[in-house]
C-alpha cells in the first residue's frame, strides 16, 4: 500500500487518478501513524514551499522514521524539495533533510528569453549514476529503469534543486538542476510524472514497483 | 531546453466539442474524452477545456467533462469558459483541472487573479485575453467576444502577470477560426511586455502558421482547435514538421 500525502499544497486529484490508472494500492492518511503500515510514501505537492511547514513535527517525524527503516519515498515537485535540508522560498521552514544540500531560485535569462516559473516540457539528461550506481541490485536508476536518455517531461516550477552526488538526472533550463534525485529508498522528481503522458507513468509505475505495491 | 508546447482547445457546450468561426455558427466536433485521447497518443503536449455556454446547468455537465478527461490523459489540464469566483476555480480544480483560465471575470475582479494565485500558485492561473485590432492598437473583448472592456491587450498582459498569472492565453478574434494565420505582431507585442509564458490563439490553418509564431511571434506555446479536431493534421506530423524547421518541440 502506498500512503499518499494530503499536506494542502495543490490538489491531489491528478496523482490519485494517475495512480488509480495504475492500479495502485494507496491511500491517504489521515494520521501520521497510519503511514507506518505503508510500503511507500509519496509526497506531492504545488506550490509555496511555506506550504510544507505543515509537515513539520509528526508528519515529518512519521516519514523520517519510516524511511529510516526502509520505505520507499518520493517526493514530487515541492516534494522533491522537501527532501533537502530547506530553500531559500522559505528560510524558516526545513525540509526533511535526507539529501543534503538547499533549494534555490532559479535565474532565468531576458536576453535569451528562459522566462521563470519554467514552465513546460523539457528533456531529462540521464547522468552517469543513473546507468552505473550502485543500488542495492547493482544496477542503475531504479526510478528511471526503461526510459530513454532525453525523455522529456512536464515542469512547472521556479526553484530548483543543485546537481549533487543523489542527481540521477538533470534537466537544463537558464541553469542546470536536479530533475530526479536518487538515494537507496528516497526518490524525488522535480517535474509531474502524472502530468508528464507516458514517460510519466512509467516512473510512477518504477515507484509502485520499488515499493513492491 | 524547453520546448515549445502544441495545446488542444476544446470548446465544450453540453458535454460535447463544438467549434465555431469568429466565434459564431457553432458545430459539433466530437465527445471530449475520444478527441483528448487521441490527441494524447498523437502527441498533444496540454490540453484546454473551455466552456463556451458556462451556464448552472453546464456547470455539473462541466465537472463530468473535466473528470472524463483527465481519466483518460496524464496531461496539463486547464479549463475555462465562465469562471468567476474562487468556488467556481475550486469546482474545476476539484474535478481535476490543473490551472484555469480567467477572462471576463479577471476585468470585472482582477482581485480574483490574486487570490487564485496565492491559493494554487501562479502556475495554475492563465489570463486569456481575447483581442482585435483598432485603430494601430490591440483592444480586449469580454463576455465571448460580445463588449468592448475598453482596454489595451499589452497593457492588460502586464497587469496580469503583476497580479499573479502564470500565463496569458492571447487569442486574436479576428483569425479566430479563419485559418488565416496566427495574429504574430500581436504576440509579439504581449510577448515582449511580459515575462511569463504566452500561449498564441486563432487563426492555425497551416503548419508554417505554427513556425511563424514561434519565431516571429515569440510565442511560448500555440493552440488550436479546428486543425485538429477534423483529423484533417495530426499533432505528430505538425511536431515533425516544426523539428524539421529548427523549433524545439517534444516528439
Given at each position: 500500500m502506498i500512503a499518499l500525502i494530503d499536506y494542502?499544497?495543490?490538489?491531489?486529484t491528478s496523482v490519485r487518478k494517475a495512480l488509480t490508472a495504475l492500479g495502485a494500492d494507496f491511500v491517504v492518511p489521515r494520521?501520521?501513524?497510519?503511514?507506518?503500515?505503508?510500503r511507500g510514501v509519496i509526497v506531492p505537492g504545488v506550490g509555496?514551499?511555506?506550504?510544507?511547514?505543515?509537515?513539520?513535527?509528526a508528519w515529518l517525524e512519521a516519514i523520517a522514521r519510516n524511511v529510516a527503516d526502509g520505505t520507499a519515498l518520493l517526493g514530487i515537485c515541492l516534494g522533491l524539495q522537501w527532501?533537502?535540508?530547506?530553500?531559500d522560498e522559505a528560510p524558516n521552514v526545513r525540509g526533511?533533510?535526507?539529501?543534503?544540500g538547499r533549494i534555490v531560485r532559479l535565474r532565468g535569462n531576458a536576453e535569451r528569453r528562459l522566462?521563470?516559473?519554467?514552465?513546460g516540457w523539457n528533456a531529462l539528461d540521464f547522468r552517469a549514476l543513473a546507468t552505473t550506481r550502485s543500488s542495492p541490485e547493482g544496477r542503475g536508476s531504479r526510478l528511471l529503469s526503461?526510459?530513454?536518455?532525453?525523455a522529456q517531461v512536464y515542469f512547472t516550477h521556479s526553484y530548483a534543486a543543485p546537481v549533487?552526488?543523489?542527481?540521477v538526472a538533470a534537466t537544463t533550463h537558464s541553469e542546470t538542476f536536479a530533475s530526479v534525485v536518487e538515494r537507496d529508498n528516497i526518490f524525488g522528481v522535480q517535474f509531474h510524472p502524472e502530468k508528464s503522458s507516458d514517460a510519466g507513468l512509467s516512473i510512477l509505475r518504477n515507484f509502485l514497483r520499488v515499493s513492491a505495491c | 531546453m524547453l520546448t515549445k508546447r502544441i495545446i488542444a482547445c476544446l470548446d465544450v457546450r453540453d458535454g460535447q466539442v463544438v467549434k465555431g468561426v469568429q466565434f459564431q455558427q457553432l458545430r459539433h466536433a466530437g465527445d471530449p474524452g475520444e478527441l483528448a485521447k487521441r490527441y494524447n497518443v498523437e502527441g498533444i503536449d496540454e490540453v484546454v477545456i473551455l466552456d463556451?455556454?458556462?451556464?448552472l446547468e453546464s456547470r455539473q455537465a462541466l465537472a463530468r467533462t473535466i473528470d472524463a478527461v483527465a481519466r483518460e490523459i496524464f496531461l496539463p489540464l486547464t479549463v475555462g469558459g465562465g469562471i468567476r469566483s474562487e468556488d467556481d476555480a475550486a469546482a474545476a480544480v476539484d474535478a481535476g483541472a490543473d490551472k484555469v483560465s480567467l477572462n471576463t471575470a479577471a476585468l470585472k475582479d482582477p482581485e480574483l487573479i490574486s487570490k487564485l494565485a496565492v491559493r494554487?500558485?501562479?502556475?495554475a492561473v492563465i489570463v486569456a485575453i481575447d483581442a482585435k485590432r483598432a485603430e494601430g492598437r490591440y483592444g480586449v473583448y469580454v463576455r465571448s467576444g460580445t463588449s468592448?472592456?475598453?482596454?489595451d491587450a499589452v497593457e492588460w498582459a502586464r497587469e496580469a502577470e503583476t497580479r499573479g498569472a502564470g500565463e496569458i492565453l492571447l487569442t486574436s478574434m479576428d483569425r479566430d477560426g479563419t485559418?488565416?494565420?496566427?495574429d504574430c505582431e500581436m504576440t509579439a507585442a504581449v510577448a515582449d511586455a511580459v515575462d511569463i509564458p504566452v500561449i498564441a490563439s486563432g487563426?492555425?490553418?497551416?503548419?508554417d502558421h505554427f513556425t511563424e509564431v514561434f519565431?516571429?511571434?515569440?510565442?511560448d506555446a500555440a493552440l488550436a482547435a479546428s486543425i485538429f479536431h477534423y483529423a484533417e493534421s495530426s499533432v505528430a506530423d505538425l511536431k515533425r514538421h516544426l523539428r524539421a524547421h529548427g523549433i524545439p518541440v517534444r516528439l
Open positions: 494542502g499544497a495543490g490538489n491531489l494520521l501520521p501513524a497510519d503511514i507506518d503500515s505503508a509555496h514551499f511555506a506550504a510544507t511547514a505543515a509537515l513539520e513535527g527532501l533537502f535540508e530547506g530553500s526533511l533533510g535526507v539529501l543534503p522566462k521563470i516559473p519554467h514552465v526503461g526510459l530513454d536518455d532525453g549533487t552526488d543523489a542527481c | 463556451i455556454t458556462a451556464t494554487y500558485g501562479s502556475q468592448d472592456a475598453a482596454r485559418r488565416a494565420g496566427f487563426g492555425a490553418g497551416t503548419f519565431t516571429r511571434g515569440c510565442a
